[in-house]
Every structure is written in structure tokens, then in C-alpha cells.
């Protein structure tokens, strides 16, 4: 799981959102409000005629994983929702972002398991 993630606030303007996708090489960015994942933006649904609005107006809902969720399972629920990377909660009811699993990390692990 990766720790160090770069996250935006709710009302973080959707320009300042795409340089953070630009400067950071990110395609993901948490939506957080108090320390709780409300939502999530993805690069590729972001584009410039959305420049003026705020993050809270497109962000889709939170697709997340606890951080005792089982690799096999973060691993289905990443096949069947069609994502390559998940935000990992505290705990579903906080939902206090604590990082970010992705498809290339579970690659490795079943690799590293395999071998």
C-alpha cells in the first residue's frame, strides 16, 4: 500500500486538481474532508471545461477498501468495479484515508507469492 498520498479537498478548484494530476504524474486524487474520504476524482474523467468548477461538483462517490480487507478480496473488487487503483480507510465507518492500493502492487504480491 502506498502511504504518502496526494489527496484534494471538496472545495479544491477542478484547474488546481489537474495541475496536481500533471505535476504529480497521479491519476487518482482522494477527495478528503476532515481526514475522511468523500469522494474520489480520476484524471481521465477530468478535462479543462470543468476548469472553473470546484472538485465537489464531479468527483465520483468513494470506492474504497479497509486496510484489513484481504488482498484477494481488494483484488475482485478492483476487477469488478474496472479500477486499477483503490483508496484504503481506517475503517469503513471513519473512512480516514490511510493510503492507496494499486493493480501494479497486487501484481507484484501474487508474483512475490507465486515464485
Known sequence: MIRNIVGVSKDT???T???LFDNMH???LPVIDN???VGILYRDRVSREFYKLKVD???DLPVFIDENTEIEIAAKKMF???VTRLPVVDNEYDRICVGLVTSTELAHYVRGVLT
Open 57 to 59: 461538483k464531479i468527483m
Open 35 to 37: 481526514r475522511v474520504l
Open 17 to 19: 486538481a489537474i495541475d
Open 13 to 15: 478548484s477542478v484547474s
Open 80 to 82: 469488478d468495479m474496472k
Open 26 to 28: 497521479v491519476s487518482l
